[in-house]
């Protein structure tokens, strides 16, 4: 029996931008659960963690924003994820920004030897409060998952790390700090940038990342962030890059990933609506999760 189960993370807690908060909204009112529930034998919509609206506090010590809130609410989600994949049921988790990332993967790597990761973002998110311009939490989800970073966020369900370094690939990144680049070569992390993507083509990437996760761990977890799309595809972010992902390899990414029959676990994070045109990038987060769990034209 095939099993899904959503939760929404409105949680705009890691960045600045106003509005993601309303991601989780945004792509149920794009028809989410009508678009999934032919595609599984069973769908849950669990609603949404509550995270409410706290003010925004800055850690003198670390100065990251909204550093014990974004760890409480991590738990929280935790706790969630861990019932569900307890519960034999996919875990969907809606986003909310990119730092929720470090819940989902506090509730599902427990499950796992060695969770797979694949980082679908324009970005590393491999900051930590000593390399990060800007202390937002949501620069550094990865690096937290890693066990690299501030012991409130790296210790999210009372373990570290939640994946190794050799079980992360990268895919779509055209934005790296000066310090997720060092991070990334001395961690050996498998990085599939735009330059590989327009080179080798998206068959061929996700072809290597297919073959590189099964070969060495035994889920695999996809962060998928709306602005690894292009922002022609996916206006409705707070950190759009120029020059990404465009909408049909998207689709042929999640298709290839679901042959593949490797995804154990998904979320798509940073759709936000106050930015958006006519919730186009809700839209193309649902049409992608269509394609993920099975969805076929003939």
Do not use: C
């Not at 659960?33 to 919509?45: A, G, Q």
């Not at 989800?141 to 970073?149: K, R």
């Not at 996700?206 to 602005?227: C, F, M, N, P, W």
Request: glycine content about 10%; aromatic content about 4%; proline content about 5%.
């Amino acid at each position: 029996m095939r099993k899904l189960s959503i939760i929404g993370m409105p949680m705009d807690l890691g960045q600045m931008r106003r509005g993601v908060d309303m991601g989780p909204s945004a792509i149920r009112y794009a028809g989410v659960n009508e678009r999934l529930k032919v595609l599984f034998d069973e769908i849950e919509d669990l609603g949404d963690i509550q995270v409410g609206r706290p003010e925004v506090r800055v850690d003198p010590e670390s100065n990251l924003r909204n550093l014990d809130l974004v760890a409480e609410k991590s738990a929280l989600l935790a706790k969630e994820v861990d019932k569900i994949v307890s519960s034999g049921s996919f875990p969907l988790i809606l986003g909310g920004d990119h730092s929720i990332a470090i819940g989902t993967l506090a509730g599902v790597s427990k499950h796992y030897k060695n969770l797979g990761v694949i980082w679908y973002d324009a970005h590393g998110d491999l900051n930590t409060s000593e390399t990060s311009p800007s202390g937002n939490i949501h620069g550094m989800p990865l690096a937290a998952s890693l066990g690299i970073g501030h012991e409130l966020l790296t210790n999210i369900a009372g373990y570290s790390p939640k994946a190794k370094p050799e079980n992360v690939v990268i895919i779509g990144a055209r934005s790296l700090d000066e310090g997720e680049k060092i991070l990334i070569k001395k961690l050996g992390i498998k990085v599939f940038t735009m330059h590989e993507i327009d080179r080798l083509g998206m068959a061929t990437v996700i072809e290597q990342t297919i073959a590189y996760l099964k070969e060495r761990t035994d889920g695999v977890h996809l962060s998928l962030d709306l602005d690894g799309l292009d922002p022609t595809d996916a206006p409705g972010v707070g950190t759009p890059v120029p020059g990404g992902i465009s909408y049909r390899e998207s689709h042929l990414a999640m298709e290839m990933l679901e042959e593949a029959d490797i995804i154990t676990s998904a979320e798509f994070v940073e759709v936000n609506p106050i930015l958006d045109e006519r919730n186009k990038t809700a839209i193309a987060a649902v049409a992608l999760m269509g394609s993920l769990f099975g969805e076929k034209l003939l």
